[in-house]
């Protein structure tokens, strides 16, 4: 007989553990399964979300600023534009990335918008000097002189070492022809900071405007030295070197414009234009063609509003090429005759009062339109803001003189009340008047307060279309007017007001109207009489005489070559032929 040993059972712990494990198993096979046939879908990271680097704190303002300036000095100004805006997102109760801003809007020829950064800055701390020089500046690049002074005498007031106070106040001398004034301010800017780049630019300013162009140059290549790569200082003094005839050295200093920044249009037109004195076509094309391209709105800001088409249609003029002639200058006057509305800055929306001097039209609300320089863009809006009004006489009684102070409303002296710092006069001034608040002399509060208050609940758009020379305005909520119509006004570059009609809203408060611009300004007279020419040398009289008849009706002169193309085409309506006046001989 065999002796067989009795099986160990296994714990009942261990079989639960198995079977457990088991399942387990086999539900992380079926999940796989799963995922592989799509039934299940799993979020999967990708290597670069794996190894990306751990969130940062957000950059502050101030680093944004430093950048900004950076990118100023280094002549990037399109990219110093993005890092203030980003700095002004982060921190909009910043002045400083405002007035930076508006500084570098003015080279862009943003002038609108520069004007609103500095309005902006000024608001924010507006016993800056440097918030107030450059908003002398924003004014005086958009013609408003008298304010100009004003903001840079304050500026001055604030600081009397701060050179750009002195520096913009020159510029605005000489914008006035006041060139004694402008090299006197200009000479005190360099004298209180010779390191200051817009006080020796500004110095060759009031030289220019005089016409004394070998001054001038001296300052703008000093200039140059203290911003090299700005791209604007090359401009100016390229257009010296271009009045000098010196061509060469003019062509030298856009070429490095343009290498400085090659996305604006002006050195390439004044390259151009330089290439077309000389006689040099080819390379006039060349240049004139890449001008367009940057921007085919860009027209000189010179009173004759010439443009790269322009040039363009002349250069073909002057190789014969008469198609290539007409198919520029057309373009070319269109561009300088329909500019009206780019000179349109805002709309006001004006009520008639009585005051003591009489009836007048004062605002109760106003707009302004400040993306100006989108060409890609048709239409601008604005929306219209009530009007702040205040009295002209306001009593101030001394403390002593009030008779509704009892003893306990008596301030006591002893309490420790903190000191505030009066600022000068003449900021209280620019903030009144960048605030829109408007003194009516002859006006009690309460009507003030009535002007006020009626129009405070009124709101509306006013709209500039580019395409059709118009200006659409859509109110709500307007009272209806107690003696005459609301009058509608523009204001214009530079520095004008024009009265464009009287509005009235209809039975539900509201006013829907569109205004036309009928207004045209004028191209340079070249243009007109070379495309009539170009049109008679080709035998094409019926589509000269317009043309040629234009340019004489603005000048009849002998010297006027339209004469010439009226002689081609037998044109026989045109203005008496001058003859020279009989001088007898003396005796």
Same mark, same amino acid.
């Given at each position: ?87 002004? /997102? ?92 402008? /090299? ?133 003029? !002057? ?48 707009? !302004? ?123 214009? +570059? ?50 000269? /005489? ?16 339209? +004469?010439?193309?009226? !002689? ?20």
């Amino acid at each position: 007989m065999y002796y067989r040993p009795q099986e160990k059972r296994r714990s009942p712990f261990l079989t639960f553990i198995l079977y457990t494990l088991m399942l387990a198993m086999m539900a992380v096979l079926a999940l796989l399964i799963g995922i592989y046939v799509g039934y299940f879908n799993v979020p999967v990271t990708t290597l670069a979300e794996r190894y990306a680097p751990t969130p940062t704190p957000t950059r502050s303002a101030l680093l944004y600023i430093g950048d900004g300036d950076t990118y100023f000095a280094e002549g990037k100004l399109d990219k110093a534009i993005e890092a203030y805006n980003e700095a002004i /997102r982060i921190d909009p109760n910043n002045d400083v990335p405002y007035i930076r801003q508006s500084r570098i809007l003015v080279y862009t020829r943003d002038t609108a918008a520069a004007l609103v950064q500095a309005e902006q800055a000024v608001q924010l701390n507006p016993t800056s000097p440097e918030n107030m020089a450059y908003y002398c500046r924003a004014l005086d690049w958009e013609a408003k002189y008298s304010a100009a002074y004003d903001a840079c005498s304050c500026a001055s007031e604030l600081d009397p070492t701060y050179a750009e106070a002195y520096a913009f106040l020159s510029e605005v001398f000489a914008d006035q022809g006041d060139w004694f004034s402008a /090299r006197e301010t200009a000479q005190q800017a360099i004298d209180a900071n010779f390191q200051s780049m817009d006080a020796h630019h500004n110095m060759g300013y009031a030289w220019e405007v005089q016409g004394r162009y070998k001054d001038a140059i001296e300052y703008y290549e000093d200039a140059i030295k203290l911003a090299p790569k700005l791209a604007p200082n090359y401009v100016s003094a390229g257009l010296i070197y271009y009045w000098l005839g010196d061509y060469e050295t003019a062509e030298e200093r856009f070429k490095k414009a343009i290498k400085l920044s090659p996305f604006d249009p002006v050195a390439y037109y004044q390259l151009g234009r330089t290439y077309y004195v000389e006689g040099d076509f080819i390379s006039a094309i060349d240049a004139l063609e890449q001008s367009i391209g940057v921007d085919p709105a860009y027209v000189s800001i010179n009173p004759a509003g010439t443009s790269a088409w322009g040039y363009l249609g002349m250069t073909y003029y !002057r190789r014969q090429n008469y198609e290539g002639a007409i198919e520029f200058l057309p373009k070319a006057i269109d561009l300088a005759e329909n500019k009206f509305p780019d000179r349109v800055r805002g709309v006001e929306i004006l009520t008639e009062v009585q005051t003591l001097a009489g009836p007048q039209y004062v605002p109760i609300l106003r707009g !302004r339109f400040t993306d100006l320089n989108q060409p890609d863009s048709a239409i601008i809006s604005t929306q219209l803001q009530p009007v702040s009004y205040q009295s002209s006489f306001e009593e101030t009684l001394a403390f002593d003189e009030k008779p509704d102070l009892t003893e306990e409303d008596q301030p006591n002296p002893a309490e420790d009340i903190e000191p505030v710092e009066e600022q000068p006069p003449c900021v209280d001034a620019i903030l009144r008047s960048i605030q829109n608040q408007i003194i009516i002399p002859g006006l009690q509060n309460t009507e003030l307060l009535t002007l006020t208050t009626s129009f405070s609940g009124t709101v509306g758009t006013a709209s500039l279309d580019f395409s059709d020379n118009s200006m659409t305005l859509v109110l709500d909520n307007v009272p209806q007017p107690k003696t005459a119509p609301y009058e509608v006004r523009v204001n214009l +570059w530079p520095d004008r007001t024009e009265s464009v009609g009287y509005v009235q809203p209809d039975g539900s408060q509201k006013i829907s109207t569109k205004v036309q611009f009928d207004e045209k300004l004028v191209a340079p007279i070249d243009y007109y009489y070379t495309l009539g020419l170009s049109y008679a040398n080709m035998n094409m009289c019926n589509e000269a /005489r317009p043309w040629l008849l234009a340019s004489l009706d603005r000048d009849s002169s002998a010297y006027n070559p339209a +004469w010439y193309g009226t !002689r081609l085409c037998s044109i026989t309506d045109t203005p008496p032929t001058p003859l020279p006046t009989f001088t007898p001989a003396p005796e």
